[in-house]
């Protein structure tokens, strides 16, 4: 694993884009795997003030939640619009539909493209419980594309996002967590003290289903950023 120490998130986003540009020249970035949160949000910013052309890339996401049309703007689909698509254009985009009427047959629709566009490069961010993606806590390492209950941590990290806890869905689709290893490089960006057990977990932590970001462990390419700068 690569890690990369960083004294602020807009130097996060400055590395991560100089590693986007160097596999965007070599031509080997046909199929990207992007993440949302607060964590790429630099990372959007910097991308979108460049004149890198993604054109022929295609983009995938990695969740949305359950019930949220892509007009909603606490949707992924609308913060990808929002901080993103709106500035560069792709060959394709593609987010789950979280509000699909079968739910199920979307997911296998998702892991399906992704096996059409196999991952060239997954940006990730990670929870404060060790999520990767929506993959929460017990989630096997196996997993595709599925429907998945939040966990009350993820809930209350992410309800500043909305008016209120109440309305933060309770459910979302995201890739599995064998969707996300299939990329055939990574970088995790996490920022901050409430993100130190997480990336302690990843760095020294026993590898398990109880904290799924650990399994990037056992993937050959990851590069993480952060500006935790005593951990590894
Ligand atoms: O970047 P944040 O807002 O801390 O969220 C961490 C991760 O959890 C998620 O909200 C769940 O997918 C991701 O969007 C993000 O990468």
Redesign the pocket.
């Known amino acids: 694993m690569n890690v990369i120490t960083v004294k602020t998130k807009e130097e996060a986003a400055k590395k991560a884009v100089e590693i986007i540009e160097d596999v965007l020249n070599r031509g080997d970035l046909k199929s990207f795997g992007l993440?949302?949160?607060?964590?790429?949000?630099p990372v959007y910013k910097e991308l979108s003030k460049t004149d890198l052309d993604f054109s022929h890339v295609t983009a995938f996401n990695?969740?949305e939640y359950v019930g949220l049309t892509a007009e909603h703007p606490n949707s992924?689909a609308y913060y990808m619009k929002e901080k993103l698509f709106n500035q560069k254009v792709f060959e394709n985009t593609y987010i789950p539909n979280g509000s699909a009427e079968d739910l199920k047959a979307e997911c296998n629709r998702y892991e399906q493209l992704l096996s059409d566009h196999p991952l060239d490069l997954q940006?990730?961010?990670?929870?404060?419980n060790g999520?990767?993606?929506?993959n929460e806590p017990g989630t096997p390492f196996t997993s595709n594309t599925h429907v998945t209950n939040l966990t009350q941590s993820?809930i209350d990290?992410?309800s500043p996002?909305f008016e209120n806890k109440d309305a933060v869905p309770t459910k979302?689709l995201?890739m599995g967590i064998s969707s996300i290893l299939r990329a055939r490089k990574i970088i995790l960006?996490?920022?901050?003290e409430?993100?130190r057990e997480a990336l302690n977990q990843l760095f020294k932590g026993t590898v398990t289903e109880e904290c799924p970001v650990t399994i990037l462990q056992n993937h050959p390419d990851v590069t993480v950023i952060t500006d935790l700068n005593d951990l590894s």
């Open positions: 993440a949302t949160g607060g964590t790429m949000e990695l969740d992924y940006l990730l961010g990670v929870g404060e999520h990767i993606a929506f993820t990290a992410n996002y979302a995201t960006l996490a920022f901050g409430k993100k």
